[in-house]
């Protein structure tokens, strides 16, 4: 079973920041927390992935609690592209992925 | 660098006939995976591969579900004989592991219906 819980669905106006929450309270010490997205009718794609410090890279940013039992994926400048399903994973290093529900963005023109 | 491979991109099938989809990870990658994706759900993990050997394979239904990966490079997964609710999407995915990376790098996947 998945370890964390996703809002279902949520909306976002083109050019706004999306902010996707995650819950994950059970978390163990060494598990990291992984953002993976799916856009319609392809693979899933790796966002990115942090432990305890936020990170950021090209795509987006994660901010994770200091209790780290939740965390957010930010996408600065929402696009029209950027529609998928937003999974949050919570795994140690090279154990496999278990995938939850993902929460389906749709980013609004 | 090219992406993971996968074919064929659809597949109809009857129940009660065989199938068979193919996948080429990225170069270098010694860990591959075969994914399934029921309509509506997340990918779930069927079988993992490092290198040429089986690493886990518990949620694989063996009795008509087999995979194998014999030069450690390509694989195939085959299902014989399908059934109705085998129809989804087979996802492959790979991973180096080299420096500490443990990102999996998904294919586009095979979408299979059974009739």
């Known amino acids: 079973d998945a370890k964390t819980t996703q809002p279902t669905s949520m909306d976002c106006a083109e050019g706004r920041a999306a902010n996707l929450p995650c819950n994950h309270s059970?978390?163990?010490?060494?598990?990291?927390v992984y953002w993976y997205r799916q856009i319609h009718s392809q693979g899933p794609q790796y966002i990115i992935h942090g432990l305890k410090n936020n990170e950021t890279n090209e795509m987006a940013s994660l901010i994770i609690t200091e209790d780290r039992k939740s965390s957010t994926l930010i996408l600065p400048h929402a696009t029209l592209r950027d529609t998928a399903v937003y999974y949050c994973?919570?795994?140690?290093?090279?154990?496999?992925?278990?995938f939850g529900q993902g929460t389906r963005l749709t980013i609004n023109p | 660098e090219a992406g993971v491979a996968q074919s064929p991109r659809y597949k109809i099938i009857e129940k009660r006939q065989s199938v068979a989809f193919w996948c080429n990870p990225i170069?270098?990658?010694?860990?591959l995976y075969w994914y399934q994706q029921i309509l509506g759900q997340g990918p779930k993990l069927l079988i993992q591969?490092?290198?040429?050997?089986?690493?886990?394979d518990s949620q694989l239904p063996k009795d008509r579900f087999s995979a194998e990966r014999l030069k450690g490079v390509d694989s195939t997964l085959k299902i014989q004989p399908a059934k109705l609710e085998d129809s989804a999407v087979y996802l492959c995915?790979?991973?180096?592991?080299?420096?500490?990376?443990?990102?999996?790098?998904f294919g586009p996947g095979t979408r299979l219906t059974v009739t």
């Open positions: 591969f490092q290198n040429n050997g089986v690493v886990d």
């Open positions: 059970t978390i163990s010490g060494n598990e990291y």
């Open positions: 994973i919570v795994r140690a290093q090279a154990q496999k992925l278990v």
């Open positions: 170069s270098g990658h010694a860990t």
């Open positions: 995915a790979s991973t180096s592991l080299a420096g500490g990376r443990y990102e999996q790098y």
